[in-house]
């Protein structure tokens, strides 16, 4: 355990993550990498992730610049290899076959911006901004990789029709309760599942706690981990 590290505690079910800033005697001093949070904890309760583990990688599609880049930032910091792309919603189905392709990714992520339309019925998919665009790019991408433990696949943004999504092949979709969704809920998913491992499914409760609506904005079908031991280490 050194400072720099990025940590969890034990105590709180590693609800949060943390970077160690400051240890003394058998203290670690704490800092929230989301919230604005300060801690310190007893050095046995902290978690740090295993090395040599070998976590899943992602490949990212964002109908955003300054919300990708903002994403990018968190894979960076969580230790998780991705690869970012912008592009229009409407053009994520023309792009996604070849990227698969390039990057062979363990996890997908389709999102940007989106809405149901004023006055706009919530099981319409002509109601919807972009949902049209993600249930494309969805089914473009189950094609390449049908098998939903092979690629994850978190897709739709803030009020997506969630269940259209998760019917057209979707692990993880936005939003069950037609809620805006925060920008690094994505992440938040995909860095679970990227740091589980492939023996394990996902415990869906406390991933979709950790989001900002929780089962509000995002839903989800029972998943693998993607992440893999190494040995010997």
Do not use: W
């Not at 994403?71 to 919603?89: D, L, S, V």
């Not at 390039?102 to 996890?107: E, R, V």
């Not at 089914?139 to 999504?165: H, M, N, T, W």
């Amino acid at each position: 355990m050194k400072i720099g590290d990025i940590v969890s505690r034990k105590k709180y079910h590693q609800d949060i993550i943390f970077e160690v800033i400051d240890i003394q005697e058998n203290i670690c001093y704490l800092r929230g990498i989301e919230y604005r949070l300060i801690a310190d904890s007893e050095i046995e309760d902290v978690h740090l992730p295993q090395e040599k583990c070998l976590k899943g990688s992602v490949l990212h599609l964002d109908g955003d610049p300054s919300y990708l880049k903002m994403c990018m930032k968190k894979y960076q910091e969580y230790g998780i290899r991705a690869y970012g792309y912008y592009f229009k919603e409407e053009e994520f189905a023309s792009k996604i076959t070849n990227l698969l392709k390039k990057h062979n990714p363990h996890l997908l992520v389709i999102t940007g911006h989106d809405a149901l339309k004023k006055n706009g019925h919530k099981r319409n998919s002509q109601d919807y901004l972009h949902s049209l665009d993600f249930v494309e790019a969805i089914k473009k991408a189950r094609e390449y990789q049908p098998d939903k433990d092979a690629l994850v696949i978190f897709a739709g943004a803030c009020q997506s029709y969630y269940e259209l999504l998760v019917a057209s092949g979707a692990n993880f979709a936005s939003s069950p309760s037609r809620k805006n969704i925060h920008a690094l809920d994505p992440v938040i998913i995909t860095t679970q599942i990227a740091s589980t491992n492939i023996k394990e499914y996902v415990d869906l409760e406390k991933v979709i706690e950790k989001t900002s609506f929780k089962q509000l904005g995002v839903g989800g079908i029972d998943t693998r981990g993607v992440a893999r031991n190494l040995y010997p280490r």
